[in-house]
């Protein structure tokens, strides 16, 4: 791990993480709270790294005090959620080990949950590179493991602090590598959580379109950009980008809840032409998500987009339509699903 002034959470991450590791390795790059101290009284080592704005050089000078065949790395904002079988059979066989982790954030109806799929297990010598939201750079194959990490270092009170930093980062890297896509998408994402839209949109097209179909993020920059050309007016673009993408997700509901979104958005600036062609589009898409159902295995995924954050808004559109038993239906299953969640 490297952390500062973790003193909130750290205790909550070695805890999980102690019972199925053998050492516990923190990197320090300046704590000015109760972070060390927390972090020896949970049987830590802890090492001091002076910062220099560059996360691969934490990492790596973190990595370079285990001795390990295989590191976990986490994040102290993060705790073990399940899975943690999978530490237990890693085997000889070297590969990059991709986690699930479960990021908490505020969303329009509540509290929300994202899936990113992240290397995180990395075998003896590898090391990482990039400055900010930093890559294990390393040929070996990718392999999703079962183990799920818990984060909530996107709660809104966590990314204050850390957004301006992120955001200077990001445009620090891109200043030298104007067209890596994946950094777009990153800044994008700096930009769109601080509702600053016009620039959101602007990055995470430039993303898209340096981007390939390939990419391992592509599934949640698509949809990032579509909730984000509607939020900055692009409507004609995000329509566009709807169309050109259709093909590709068919069995994504976080694609066709963004696409219903969309055109509710679109109807209400063409009311004579809502009822016709926006309000059925949006009726189908939300219902299409509750067809295809959860999909954490997309990377950039939110939970309850297959299920009751479906069912929900399709609750409230059935309402403002006055058709009260649809809304009552839908309501009472957006309830049951959320609770079985």
Known sequence: MIVRDEARCIARCLASAAPHVDRMIVLDTGSTDDTVAIAEAAGAEVARFAWIDDFAAARNAALDLSDADWNLVLDADEWLAGGEDALAALGAAPFLGEVRIESRFEGVAGPETGVSWIPRLLPRGV???????????????????????????????QRLKKAGRNEALLRAELAATPNDAYLLFQLGRELQAAERWAEAAD?????????????????ALVIRALFTLKSAGRHDEALALTEAEFENWPSSPDF???????????????????????????????????????????????????????????????????????????RAMAEGMKADA
């Open 203 to 219: 990055r995470l097209a430039h993303a898209y379109n340096v981007s390939g179909p390939a990419d391992p993020f592509r599934h």
């Open 256 to 330: 066709f809840f963004a696409v219903g979104d969309l055109y509710l958005d679109w109807g209400a600036l063409h009311p004579e032409r809502a009822m016709e062609e926006a309000l059925p589009l949006v009726e189908y898409c939300w219902q299409r998500c509750m067809e295809i159902g959860e999909q954490p295995d997309l990377e950039g995924s939110v939970r309850g987009r297959g299920s009751w954050l479906a069912a929900h808004n399709l609750a409230v559109f059935y309402e403002t339509l006055r058709v009260a038993d649809k809304a009552a239906a839908y």
């Open 127 to 157: 090391r990482y590179e990039g400055r900010i939201h930093e890559q294990p750079a390393s040929p070996l194959p990718r392999k999703r493991l079962p183990l799920v990490v818990g984060h909530d270092g996107y709660e809104a009170a």
